[in-house]
């Protein structure tokens, strides 16, 4: 019974959803871009001063 009214759900919500407008792709291109960016600019600042913090006090 509740696979039924899941189903339902799903085929009410592909119904209503729509493809989006070239605009709107470029813009969640856009975002996603800048997340990945800046997530991978912090795990790097986290390698690096994982990496200098041994060097600066000799500790092998």
């Known amino acids: 019974m509740a696979l039924k009214s899941f ?6 919500v592909l119904k209503l959803s729509m493809r989006p407008d070239r605009e709107a792709l470029w813009l ?3 975002v996603c ?3 990945i960016t800046i997530i991978g ?6 390698k690096l001063i994982a990496l200098l913090i ?5 500790v092998t």
Do not use: E, H, T
């Open 54 to 58: 041994p060097a600066l006090f000799g």
């Open 41 to 46: 600019g912090v795990g790097f600042i986290i």
């Open 7 to 12: 189903l339902k759900a799903c085929a009410r």
């Open 28 to 30: 969640s291109i856009k």
């Open 33 to 35: 871009l800048i997340g």
